[in-house]
């Protein structure tokens, strides 16, 4: 909580706010630490989650998905604009997806019975088959670090709800890539693609690794002193 000591002319001007930054010597909007449970290269904590899919509420958790890739997204909400372009984008090259053993799981904070009404109502939404999670609470979105934290009581626009983030987690549990935009910008589906197979690649050719844009056929790279000023 920040906290506004009552000044007295013996109070130094850098202690009437909290939010007093000692590194610039200005005073900032707000102070928080950012904090985010999952991290590259580290496993995603076991969440149990529920979702609406193919006409049913279930429940879900990471730990059931091990064996698989997951394409975990975040979006704000539904019924709303940039987000059933995303989410319709996805639903097109979900099968090509699920070739690659691939499962992917939207996420924002509205309820499955939201998630089954906006699916019933929006000629987009009804061509997604894949699970479509539920986070109320905010917990996974807090978890991954895009949930949007407002302050005490000014207004802080998207409060309460997720920025868009694509994470992309192995077989084994572990998160291989992240992708966080702010509100304004819509992700492209192929790219993410693009970066699943990527990481699928680089894991059954150890070695190896993907230059710049790499696409599935495309040369690869070998590191090694050989190569250390040659490109």
Same mark, same amino acid.
């Given at each position: 909580?920040?906290? &506004?000591?009552?000044?007295?002319?013996?109070? %130094? *001007?850098? $202690?009437?706010?909290?939010?007093?930054?000692?590194?610039?010597? !200005?005073?900032?909007?707000?102070?928080?630490?950012?904090?985010?449970?999952?991290?590259?290269?580290?496993?995603?904590?076991?969440?149990?989650? !529920?979702?609406?899919?193919?006409? !049913?509420?279930?429940? *879900?958790?990471?730990?059931?998905?091990?064996?698989?890739?997951?394409?975990?997204?975040?979006?704000?909400?539904?019924?709303?604009?940039?987000? %059933?372009?995303?989410?319709?984008?996805?639903?097109?090259?979900?099968?090509?997806?699920? $070739?690659?053993?691939?499962?992917?799981?939207?996420?924002?904070?509205?309820?499955?019975?939201?998630?089954?009404?906006?699916?019933?109502?929006?000629? @987009?939404?009804?061509?997604?088959? &894949?699970?479509?999670?539920?986070? %109320?609470?905010?917990?996974?979105?807090?978890?991954?670090?895009?949930?949007?934290?407002?302050?005490?009581?000014?207004?802080?626009?998207?409060?309460?709800?997720?920025?868009? @983030?694509?994470?992309?987690?192995? %077989?084994?549990?572990?998160?291989?890539?992240? $992708?966080?935009?702010?509100?304004? *910008?819509?992700?492209?589906?192929? !790219?993410?693609?693009?970066?699943?197979?990527?990481?699928? &690649?680089?894991?059954?050719?150890? @070695?190896?690794?993907?230059?710049?844009?790499?696409?599935?056929?495309?040369?690869?790279?070998?590191?090694?002193?050989?190569?250390?000023?040659?490109?």
């Amino acid at each position: 909580m920040v906290s &506004y000591p009552v000044p007295n002319q013996n109070t %130094p *001007m850098k $202690e009437m706010k909290s939010n007093y930054c000692e590194h610039c010597g !200005e005073f900032h909007d707000s102070v928080r630490d950012f904090v985010t449970q999952v991290k590259v290269g580290e496993t995603v904590p076991d969440f149990e989650f !529920e979702v609406y899919h193919n006409d !049913e509420i279930k429940t *879900m958790s990471f730990s059931q998905l091990r064996g698989k890739w997951t394409i975990v997204v975040f979006y704000p909400a539904d019924f709303t604009f940039v987000c %059933p372009t995303e989410l319709e984008e996805l639903a097109k090259l979900y099968p090509k997806f699920q $070739e690659l053993n691939a499962e992917i799981i939207s996420v924002s904070s509205d309820t499955v019975f939201t998630h089954k009404a906006w699916h019933d109502t929006s000629e @987009g939404i009804k061509a997604i088959k &894949y699970p479509m999670a539920a986070d %109320p609470s905010g917990k996974m979105a807090y978890a991954f670090g895009v949930l949007i934290e407002g302050g005490e009581a000014q207004l802080t626009p998207d409060e309460g709800l997720a920025m868009r @983030g694509t994470f992309i987690i192995d %077989p084994s549990g572990t998160l291989r890539a992240m $992708e966080v935009n702010d509100n304004s *910008m819509g992700r492209k589906a192929a !790219e993410t693609m693009r970066k699943l197979q990527a990481a699928q &690649y680089v894991e059954t050719h150890k @070695g190896n690794v993907c230059p710049a844009s790499w696409e599935p056929g495309d040369d690869t790279l070998e590191p090694g002193l050989d190569l250390v000023g040659k490109l």
